[in-house]
């Protein structure tokens, strides 16, 4: 196809960079509201819209957002769990119905979650349904009972129905971001715009495919007819050191199927890899103890130590240990995982009312500086009985919302407030007193930010966390000065793996995107006892 560009973007080869000057030069030569550009997540698509590359916002999004317009906004099955739950309770869907951070917990699984995520896939491969298990097709049969009583659409029906439909009005050239992870049927809609539009782009790296659980198929982009001159490397890495680039690059060769591609490490540091014989997921002292020094040695503040595994079920021990030494860790690419992320940040937060509850005077650094906001906040962290006087918390609440909110108090309205003996506890804000008398639905969220507190003060708990923990697939598009891999794979990625072929090759790209997350040093971890790993 003549009017198909490919272009491929190996890790940290500044892929978002070329894509945003591409759309801004297109942008300029056709207009503001001729360019779109399509991604696959949200996540991706924000990062785009964040370049403030001159093209209408409305064009860049999701590619189901665009089609989710263009079909008038229809009522999405996805957000109507509850009602099928009622009606087929041995098929309950929880959630959103897909977790990529636990898809494989090693268990195999029959409920409405997996044979959802199932049919989703199959669909997005085109497979015909002939071709599906009978207690998928019996399962699809009430699925599609389902939407058509309640006059509902699925997130793969809003691509299906958009498949002979052109582009947005006006649309003269196509982006496709992250291209390796669109599936064959969303690699359709977009080819079928083709008919329509003088071009389309597609950007990505078949080498990160690793959405294959969702029908994203690396094939797209690798046996794909187009012309040499409308491929293009970016061949320079601006993240991966040469001797991290040198295992990353001998390991992800070993692909059954791939384009091959010029690929160069950064300049100047040359890197570190190295293997690690002490702990494993199971046991992660040892590994703990590695972190806490990486921390110490760190020559900046900044710097970040991030700890991957291929499924989030292998990072709990990991989780315990951090929370009992009182390391502060986060995910800062996926927010919306609790676990992960202990220290959330926002007005009404954990870490923030137990910074209300630290704030010093303006006038006297040995006082509280608390006013009526400072109390609302952390009362609700402590219970009412022996600390509070009878309706007092309800007046506090209501004052909180007075114009005079953040102005300081005195004695007197702290002395209203307390009962007598607590008073003098809480003016000493004594941080033990306030988890000692901590409601039991908040001595849990307290204990680690207290921990960290003790460990390196106020500065320490309010800095953005050095450690980042998260599966592979939650980081893909991140990077640290340093990553620690666990080599351990569930039951059905070490399925994958004894298959080889392009089972294997799934495995083999995930492990290359957590390899190539490191700026200057990979460290493969210790495999636990018993299980299959990667070697």
Known sequence: MKNEHHIYGPPGTGKTTALARNMERASEKRGFDAVLCCSHTKAAAA????????????????????????????????????????????????GTGHNIDDLESGRATEDGNSLLQEISRLRNLMVPKERWRFRLQRFHRKWEEFKLDGGLLDFTDMIEQSLETPPPDGIEVVFVDEAQDFSALQFELVRGWLKHIDQAVFVGDDDQAIFGFSGADPENLISRPIPDENRRVLKKSYRVPKNVHRVATTFIQRCSRRLDKEYLPRDGDDGEFKRSSDGDWKNPAAIVDSVEQEISDCETKTSKIMVLASCGY????LLRELRERGI????????????????????????????????????????????????HLWLDLIRTR?????GMRKVVEEKATNPGKHVELGYEEWDAVFEGAALGHAIQQNPSWLHANATARKMNSLTLPLKILARGGEDLLNRSPQVIVGTIHSVKGGEADSVMLFPDLSLQAGENWIRKGPA????????????TRARHRLTMLQPADGGIFIE
Not at 347 to 370: I, Q
């Open 47 to 94: 990062e785009i819209a964040g370049r403030e590359v001159h093209v209408n916002p409305d064009n860049v999004g999701t590619l189901h957002a665009l089609c989710y317009r263009k079909l008038n906004r229809p009522d999405i099955a996805e957000t109507k769990f509850s009602e099928w739950n009622a009606l087929h309770p041995g098929y309950a869907i929880k």
């Open 314 to 317: 292998m990072l709990a021990p």
């Open 328 to 375: 502060a860790y986060h995910n800062p690419y996926r927010q919306a995982h609790g676990g992960w992320n202990p220290l959330k940040a926002g007005e009404k937060s954990t870490v923030n009312r137990l910074a209300a509850f630290l704030k010093k005077s303006n006038h006297n650094e040995r006082d509280p500086g608390w006013s009526w906001y400072d109390l």
């Open 386 to 390: 022996g600390v509070v006087k009878s």
């Open 504 to 515: 294997r090759d799934s495995v083999l790209r995930c492990f290359y995107v957590g390899m």
